[in-house]
């Protein structure tokens, strides 16, 4: 037995660096760009980081092609975990080396990776265009998942992909669209592609150049907002392009298997989604009323409404991008931006948060309380897309969101022993836990996180790793019974 420790292990490790291999890959573009852009000091920022993960990629790739490895949730939780936090410590490299000391590298890296789009740099505009590039890109890869990327590769191994998707992929439900994980693995991807595609075009109509169009298109649909600029997307001083980013902010939201079933035809499977349809709604309240508590602020509809819609979805998807200071807006609206906070997008989207299906399904079982108080002796369920819900599910979603508040209350707390003020601590807290990056007080939008100490930026980059990994699968390590044989 204790002959057979030391190669699990060794797998492990294959794995994780099997896993890591993308990085070469992303870190190509970056690499380009310096050489063309003549930072010089910045190419081996990205040329040392992807020539070591390339390496140690191929030789387990080679290894571990001989035998055959079966996943089981426990080994999931841990690769999907560590192949996170690794690629954060990776993903660091360049901006380290770019003159950022290794904690705020490092809060950038976890920022960009867990789409949290947070930063302690304070001239954005300053930095390496190389640097900007790969900010967006690790956005961008963030988002749609590194494990669910790199998750294709499973089957060549003989490897069960789907316990990676299923401790990765935010929401309380995993589904395969195809019977084939990697098949779903792909289909997701491609539909990814097609969108940033797509809003790339976009951009570039609304008169962006290519490179702030490109790194703005990755951002957007990893729900992530950072940009190329220090005033982000109101340095273009374009309707259309917010309109633009309000649209998609609002796809990049929805959970991603509805497209492929729009591509199929299934449009009952899409009107029937309950998910879909609150996510609509919630945005449509919030963004209706905040048009009508600005109309005294702007005076006219359109305005009130343009900057209301953006807010709104913004918020809602925890992108966290800001056209506005909207701490100085009515208490009616930013009460308004402070409960879309506690939602977040769907599940199986890019976006953090709880999840919208959580809130419908706690919603609905509150409902079935109140019955019972009428009807003692009746039998109550929830339904989901039409159909009756699991009872397991309710009891999963109460529990995600009691977790959810228990760690945020806990950041608060030690936020505030920090010495920054109870509501600042609190909201900075909420945003990091929901991924969204900005929010009221010291993270307000024209704030970073440059003024914390290094032991909160620490606190902060694990805690936004575990809520892009919905908690669970970094909670379950720290509990002893997993660590059991």
Partial sequence: MRQAEPAKHQIIFRLWALLLGFFPVIMLPPLIM???????????????????????ALFS?????????????KLGFLLVCGTWIWASFIGA???????????????????????????????????????????????????????????????????????????EAPGPE?????????????????????????????????????????????STMASGG???????????????????????????????????RLLQGKFSDIKNNTELRAYLVIFAVAAGIITLSLLPVYGSFASALRYAAYQSASMLSTTGAAIADYETWPALARMVLFGLMFIGGCSGSTAGGIKVIRHVILWKQIGN??????????????????????????????????????????????????????????????SIMGNIGVGFGVASPFHNYSSFPDHIKWLYSFVMIAGRLEIWTMLILFNPVYWRK
């Fill in 34 to 56: 310096a050489v063309v852009a003549g930072e010089r000091y910045m190419i081996g920022s990205f040329a040392i980081p992807s020539g070591i993960t390339a390496i140690l």
């Fill in 61 to 73: 790739f080679n290894s571990l092609r001989k035998i055959k490895v079966l996943l089981n949730a």
């Fill in 93 to 167: 490299v360049p901006f380290y080396l770019a003159g950022l000391n290794f904690t705020d590298a490092f809060f950038e890296s976890a920022c960009t990776f867990a789409t949290t789009g947070g930063t302690t740099v304070g001239n954005i505009e300053a930095m390496p265009v190389s640097l900007l590039l790969w900010r967006s890109l690790a956005h961008w890869f963030g988002g749609i998942g590194i494990v669910l990327i790199s998750v294709a590769l499973m089957p060549l191994l003989g490897v069960g992909g789907f316990q990676l998707v299923k401790a």
């Fill in 174 to 218: 995993k589904e395969k669209i195809t019977p084939r994980v990697a098949a779903t693995a792909k289909i997701l991807w491609l539909v990814y592609c097609a969108l940033t595609f797509v809003l790339f075009g976009l951009y570039l109509l609304g008169g962006m150049n290519w490179f702030d169009a490109l790194c703005h298109a990755l």
């Fill in 226 to 260: 950072v940009s190329t600029k220090n005033a982000g997307l109101v340095a273009f001083n374009s309707s259309f392009i917010e309109a633009v980013a309000t649209v998609f902010m609002l796809l990049a939201g929805i959970n991603f298997s509805l497209y492929y």
């Fill in 369 to 430: 309380e109140l019955r019972k108080v009428v009807y003692p002796r009746g039998i109550f369920s929830i339904q989901l897309n039409k159909r009756v819900g699991r009872k397991d599910v309710i009891y999963g979603a109460a529990a995600f969101i009691f977790v959810y508040m228990a760690i945020i209350t806990a950041t608060t707390l030690i936020t505030a022993a920090s010495g920054t003020d109870i509501f600042s601590s609190f909201s900075v807290s909420l």
